[in-house]
């Protein structure tokens, strides 16, 4: 489909960021958006701002029966389900020595298991249907290498992988998957902590600061939407935003090398800022 208008759209992570910038640029498009987040509050006064043509839900995305009754739900509702934008995530960093295994499972929990509950729940009813378009957030950190964010980093690879090897499979029955990976995208999770029942790290870099001597300044969540949605007209398998991604990501496949050297100082220079004695 590249009509938005009248399309039944899935979001999830949809109360902030990515997923709300997402949600408003659908709803322009003249889609019908359920958006789905954990903050049940922040959703539903996104969705209530943007009129009829947005609906919420509070979900939890780790919650695998939950995830299966709101996607069938809007499914039955509507009778056909046009787009899944598996796009919940968090962001777990620091020097990976610090890390302990509560930090991986946390994330693994939310930003893998998460877009396997809804591609799980969403894939047999366009399988079905023959038609549908899953869009799964991953981020540039899951095509090139991303210190000091090693279990992000591992998470978003495992997003990529999961998506371009579906899609293959996917094409059989006129079903479409991309992963969209963005460079630093400026939302709240660039300035958020650890999740705060976490194991509490001596340090934690700024990681706004540390993504911005990478690839440069954030880029604004709407222009991000406006080139994602692009992407997903054109069926791309990976849709990388913005050009300096795409630069970067190119880079690295012919080049790594090169972009493996430039991190390597960018994360030298990061680790000089951490206190003596931290």
């Known amino acids: ?25 659908m709803v322009k498009r003249g889609a019908d958006v359920w958006m789905t987040d954990v903050n049940g509050p922040g959703v539903q006064q996104a969705a209530e701002a943007l009129g009829p043509k947005a609906r919420w839900a509070k979900l939890d995305v780790r919650d695998t029966l939950a ?25 777990v960093g620091g020097e990976a020595h610090e890390l302990s295994v509560p930090h991986y499972d946390r994330i693994l929990d939310v930003n893998v298991r998460g877009v396997v509950n809804g591609v799980a729940a969403a894939y047999p009813i366009m399988v079905r249907q023959r038609s549908g378009h899953i869009v ?20 978003k690879h495992a997003v990529v992988g999961l998506s371009t090897s579906l899609r293959l499979e996917a094409r059989n029955f006129g079903v479409r998957v991309s992963a969209l990976c963005p460079s630093a995208i400026d939302t709240p999770i660039l300035d958020a902590d650890n999740p705060g029942d976490l194991p509490k790290l001596p340090w934690r870099p700024d990681i706004r600061r ?17 080139e994602a949605l692009r992407g997903v007209e054109r069926d791309q398998a990976l849709i990388v935003v913005p050009r300096i991604a795409r630069v970067i990501a190119l880079l690295y496949r012919f080049a790594p090398g090169l972009v493996s050297f430039g991190t390597g100082f960018t994360l030298r220079q990061t680790l000089n800022e951490r206190p003596e004695g931290v």
Do not use: H, Q
């Not at 509702?77 to 962001?91: K, M, S, T, V």
């Not at 690839?215 to 939407?225: D, E, H, I, V």
């Open 1 to 25: 489909m590249s009509d938005w208008n009248g399309a039944t759209v899935m979001v999830t992570g949809a109360a902030s960021g990515i997923g709300l910038a997402l949600s408003i640029a």
């Open 67 to 91: 995830m299966r009754e709101v996607i069938e739900r809007i499914a039955r509702d509507r009778e056909r389900l046009d787009y899944l934008f598996n796009n919940a995530g968090i962001g």
């Open 136 to 155: 799964n957030t991953a981020s540039m950190a899951g095509l090139t290498p991303a210190p000091l964010l090693v279990p992000y980093a591992m998470t």
């Open 210 to 226: 540390f993504l911005t001597k990478l690839c440069g300044p954030p880029y604004p969540p709407t222009r991000l939407a406006a």
